[in-house]
């Protein structure tokens, strides 16, 4: 019989991709909203502008990581 996971057990959140922070090149901030801000790749430029006018707010370059 195995143990249900207790309340004090602690578990890392699943990742949803394996993707690097310095990969990401935009950032999409939404004032008042911080959960609903969004980072994108560099070949999601177009992703990011379309997020950024549903969202009334503009898109930020990050900076590159080497």
């Known amino acids: 019989m ?3 996971p207790s309340l004090s057990e602690r578990r ?3 990742r949803r991709q394996d993707n690097k922070v310095a990969e990401y090149a935009f ?3 939404v004032p008042g909203k911080p959960w609903d801000n969004q980072v994108f790749l ?3 430029a177009d992703k990011a502008a379309q997020y950024a006018a549903d969202t009334g707010t ?3 370059d ?3 990581g080497s």
């Open 2 to 4: 195995t143990d249900a």
């Open 12 to 14: 890392p959140p699943a």
């Open 27 to 29: 950032l999409v901030r």
């Open 42 to 44: 560099p070949d999601a």
């Open 58 to 60: 503009t898109v930020e």
């Open 62 to 64: 990050l900076p590159m």
